[in-house]
């Protein structure tokens, strides 16, 4: 069983920026690619990144490829999003996952683990 914990949460204006954690239990975390999901009102669930295992390589949806940046810190079981230059439409709560198989990182169908989400809210 892993444990996750987002973090980080909170209003900020257009342009603004917030970094995200997400803590997870366990010695095997280091065997999980982790990712970002996040689901707006009214809306259906969607990818926004992942990296892999090592967090040697990153992937990234469209919509935030250049504003945001995965990261993790196997030694601290912590992912991170930093998000920056953020917009009304990056309004959303944020889960993180995680995904022993490894593959299809931007299937949340991927992935074994969840979080219980953050709130982010980008408004003037």
């Known amino acids: 069983q892993v444990q996750l914990v987002e973090s980080g949460g909170g209003l900020v204006q257009p342009?603004?920026?917030?970094?995200?954690?997400c803590a997870a239990s366990g010695r095997t975390f280091s065997r999980y690619?982790?990712?970002w999901f996040?689901?707006?009102?009214g809306k259906e669930r969607e990818f926004v990144a992942a990296t892999s295992r090592s967090g040697g390589a990153t992937y990234y949806a469209d919509?935030?490829?250049?504003?945001?940046?995965?990261?993790?810190d196997n030694v601290k079981n912590t992912v991170y999003l930093q998000m920056?230059?953020?917009?009304?439409?990056?309004?959303?709560?944020?889960?993180?996952?995680a995904d022993?198989?490894?593959?299809?990182?931007?299937?949340?169908?991927e992935?074994?683990?969840w979080g219980q989400g953050t709130q982010v809210t980008v408004s003037s």
């Open 38 to 41: 996040r689901q707006a009102p």
């Open 63 to 72: 919509s935030v490829k250049g504003r945001f940046t995965i990261s993790r």
């Open 111 to 113: 992935y074994d683990y």
């Open 33 to 35: 690619a982790m990712g």
């Open 84 to 97: 920056n230059s953020l917009k009304p439409e990056d309004t959303a709560v944020y889960y993180c996952a």
């Open 100 to 109: 022993l198989k490894a593959t299809r990182l931007w299937l949340g169908t």
């Open 15 to 21: 342009g603004g920026s917030l970094r995200l954690s």
